[in-house]
């Protein structure tokens, strides 16, 4: 996601009570993304790397101290002068300086970091440095006896190079100008006694320099890829931080939405069911003529007409509450003890007379005893008077309408409506599914409904743990299958056992 979208997307959804938090997310976000793109030149990228520098100096400031103390106190075990006293003060005081200068660049805020000065400040402290080491390849040892003088001071430099490659990896030509004038003096040093041991030590000293220079290039990238991952998790941080405060954001949003929904839903059902039950009342009164004969016939029917729109109206109401309750969570089941087969074929004989009136015959195939459901009766008799709504609604005339009651595979139970009508596309189905949602062909069909009944079946069989499947082919049909699970399913206990005692029944223990 680019920076301009991210920048959109915040002037979008904004969290007004937590703005000091939305600043702090987006200034890290543009520090991060401004580290991705880091090379060689840019200050953010040189100011990361000479703090990287600084740290490794500053933990490792008392490492070549001691090395060096612990060299010159050999020596004078060995025999030397004073002069390896001399060299270990200088060398100390040198990386004494070496040290201060990490540890102020250490101690100083990354944005208040001059790259080129401070990079000229460790330079120049390598250097004197170097200066120590320059000191020490000069030194000789005509009294101590030791043959291989210079081999040990070889050695030694072999050492602190590596050592410095090590730890001063993160500033490029450190090592080199540290080390070039110790291998010079040490070069010259050893020209005056041409011997092939010192001239062999020469050339590793020669060879080695280089060799740790390329440790140290390597060692270089390496903490180059440190940063750049380091920067990388920082950003992905930053972006997580910045979605989860719009996800909350929209979820607050939303959560206000259906608040503002519910109180409407729950306002408007009030206002409009007390004047509907007055419509309803009234117009039934007159259509029934009650209170005595109406003189036109027109407004008996009339009359008629008004209570069935107006009961439309009550049912499309409560449809509408129905599933704003599955959806907020608020529908409250009254589980009992049901018969699954019993409620369903309850549902067969009150859809009969539709279903004449359209000459389309409900087959009804049930499997016998069935133990009872846990489950609510009012929601299990709405899935099946919706599914079957819905099979009638679309069957044509002289059709067929399959309603079967059984066992899954599973243990559970399901109910299952399949009628022969024009069926649904498959790509449709998801939309049938959807609230308010109705397909190609309910669209065209002279009885459009509302398109919550297969949404309320759906959360309906959800609440009870259960699962509705839609299978529908163009031309073929459509089947509604509601699959409860076998946890719902209520086992029969087995009779309890009597046995008689002195002439009187009692229940065993």
Same mark, same amino acid.
């Given at each position: 996601?680019?920076?301009?979208?991210?920048?959109?997307?915040?002037?979008?959804?904004?969290?007004?009570?937590?703005?000091?938090?939305?600043?702090?997310?987006?200034?890290?976000?543009?520090?991060?993304?401004?580290?991705?793109?880091?090379?060689?030149?840019?200050?953010?990228?040189?100011?990361?790397?000479?703090?990287?520098? !600084?740290?490794?100096?500053?933990?490792?400031?008392?490492?070549?101290?001691?090395?060096?103390?612990?060299?010159?106190?050999?020596?004078?075990?060995?025999?030397?002068?004073?002069?390896?006293?001399?060299?270990?003060?200088?060398?100390?005081?040198?990386?004494?300086?070496?040290?201060?200068?990490?540890?102020?660049?250490?101690?100083?805020?990354?944005?208040?970091?001059?790259?080129?000065?401070?990079?000229?400040?460790?330079?120049? !402290?390598?250097?004197?440095?170097?200066?120590?080491?320059?000191?020490?390849?000069?030194?000789?040892?005509?009294?101590?006896?030791?043959?291989?003088?210079?081999?040990?001071?070889?050695?030694?430099?072999?050492?602190?190079?590596?050592?410095?490659?090590?730890?001063?990896?993160?500033?490029?030509?450190?090592?080199?100008?540290?080390?070039?004038?110790?291998?010079?003096?040490?070069?010259?040093?050893?020209?005056?006694?041409?011997?092939?041991?010192?001239?062999?030590?020469?050339?590793?000293?020669?060879?080695?320099? /280089?060799?740790?220079?390329?440790?140290?290039?390597?060692?270089?990238?390496?903490?180059?890829?440190?940063?750049?991952?380091?920067?990388?998790?920082?950003?992905?941080? !930053?972006?997580?931080? #910045?979605?989860?405060?719009?996800?909350?954001?929209?979820?607050?949003?939303?959560?206000?939405?259906?608040?503002?929904?519910?109180?409407?839903?729950?306002?408007?059902?009030? +206002?409009?069911?007390?004047?509907?039950?007055?419509?309803?009342?009234?117009?039934?009164?007159?259509?029934? +003529?009650?209170?005595?004969?109406?003189?036109?016939?027109?407004?008996?029917?009339?009359?008629?007409?008004?209570?069935?729109?107006?009961?439309?109206?009550?049912?499309?109401?409560?449809?509408?509450?129905?599933?704003?309750?599955? *959806?907020?969570?608020?529908?409250?089941?009254?589980?009992?003890?049901?018969?699954?087969?019993?409620?369903? *074929?309850?549902?067969?004989?009150?859809?009969?007379?539709?279903?004449?009136?359209?000459?389309?015959?409900?087959?009804?195939?049930?499997?016998?005893?069935?133990?009872?459901?846990?489950?609510? +009766?009012?929601?299990?008799?709405?899935?099946?008077?919706?599914?079957?709504?819905?099979?009638?609604?679309?069957?044509? #005339?002289?059709?067929?309408?399959?309603?079967?009651?059984?066992?899954?595979?599973?243990?559970?139970?399901?109910?299952?409506?399949?009628?022969?009508?024009?069926?649904?596309?498959?790509?449709?189905?998801?939309?049938?599914?959807?609230?308010?949602?109705?397909? !190609?062909?309910?669209?065209?069909?002279?009885?459009?409904?509302?398109?919550?009944?297969?949404?309320?079946?759906?959360?309906?069989?959800?609440?009870?743990?259960?699962?509705?499947?839609?299978?529908?082919?163009?031309?073929?049909? #459509? *089947?509604?299958?509601?699959?409860?699970?076998?946890?719902?399913?209520?086992?029969?206990? /087995?009779?309890?056992?009597?046995?008689?005692?002195?002439?009187?029944?009692?229940?065993?223990?």
């Amino acid at each position: 996601m680019s920076l301009q979208r991210s920048n959109t997307a915040d002037k979008n959804i904004v969290d007004r009570s937590k703005r000091h938090r939305n600043t702090d997310v987006a200034r890290a976000v543009r520090k991060t993304r401004d580290r991705l793109s880091q090379q060689s030149g840019n200050p953010d990228f040189d100011r990361e790397l000479l703090k990287l520098h !600084a740290r490794a100096m500053v933990g490792g400031a008392t490492a070549v101290p001691l090395m060096v103390v612990a060299i010159a106190a050999a020596g004078l075990l060995a025999g030397m002068s004073g002069q390896a006293l001399v060299w270990a003060l200088i060398a100390v005081c040198c990386y004494s300086a070496l040290a201060i200068v990490a540890r102020r660049v250490d101690r100083t805020d990354i944005a208040d970091i001059k790259p080129r000065s401070a990079r000229w400040q460790f330079l120049v !402290a390598h250097f004197l440095s170097g200066l120590g080491w320059a000191y020490f390849a000069s030194l000789g040892c005509g009294t101590c006896g030791i043959d291989q003088f210079q081999v040990i001071k070889a050695v030694i430099l072999l050492l602190a190079m590596a050592v410095t490659a090590i730890m001063a990896s993160s500033l490029r030509s450190a090592l080199l100008l540290t080390f070039a004038m110790p291998v010079a003096v040490y070069a010259y040093s050893g020209a005056r006694l041409w011997m092939p041991v010192e001239t062999i030590m020469l050339g590793l000293l020669v060879v080695a320099l /280089p060799f740790f220079a390329y440790v140290a290039r390597h060692l270089n990238r390496s903490s180059v890829m440190l940063l750049s991952f380091r920067s990388e998790k920082d950003a992905l941080i !930053a972006e997580l931080e #910045t979605a989860k405060a719009m996800s909350d954001e929209a979820r607050r949003r939303a959560e206000d939405a259906n608040l503002a929904k519910s109180r409407f839903l729950a306002s408007m059902s009030h +206002e409009l069911r007390t004047p509907l039950n007055a419509i309803l009342g009234f117009s039934e009164v007159m259509a029934n +003529e009650v209170l005595g004969p109406m003189g036109n016939a027109s407004y008996r029917d009339y009359a008629a007409d008004v209570h069935a729109s107006g009961q439309h109206l009550l049912d499309l109401i409560n449809e509408i509450l129905d599933l704003s309750r599955i *959806e907020a969570g608020r529908y409250q089941l009254n589980e009992e003890p049901v018969s699954l087969l019993t409620i369903v *074929e309850d549902c067969c004989h009150m859809m009969e007379l539709r279903a004449r009136n359209k000459d389309i015959r409900i087959v009804q195939e049930f499997e016998p005893a069935l133990p009872r459901l846990f489950a609510d +009766e009012r929601a299990v008799r709405q899935i099946a008077l919706n599914l079957m709504s819905n099979a009638i609604k679309f069957t044509p #005339t002289g059709g067929e309408v399959r309603v079967r009651v059984g066992w899954t595979a599973g243990g559970g139970q399901y109910v299952s409506i399949k009628d022969n009508g024009p069926g649904i596309p498959a790509d449709e189905i998801p939309v049938v599914l959807a609230a308010f949602g109705q397909g !190609a062909i309910a669209i065209k069909s002279a009885e459009q409904g509302t398109g919550l009944g297969l949404p309320i079946v759906q959360g309906l069989v959800a609440m009870h743990g259960g699962e509705f499947d839609l299978n529908s082919r163009l031309r073929e049909g #459509t *089947e509604a299958i509601a699959i409860f699970p076998p946890t719902r399913v209520m086992e029969e206990l /087995p009779a309890v056992p009597m046995k008689t005692v002195g002439g009187a029944r009692r229940r065993s223990a």
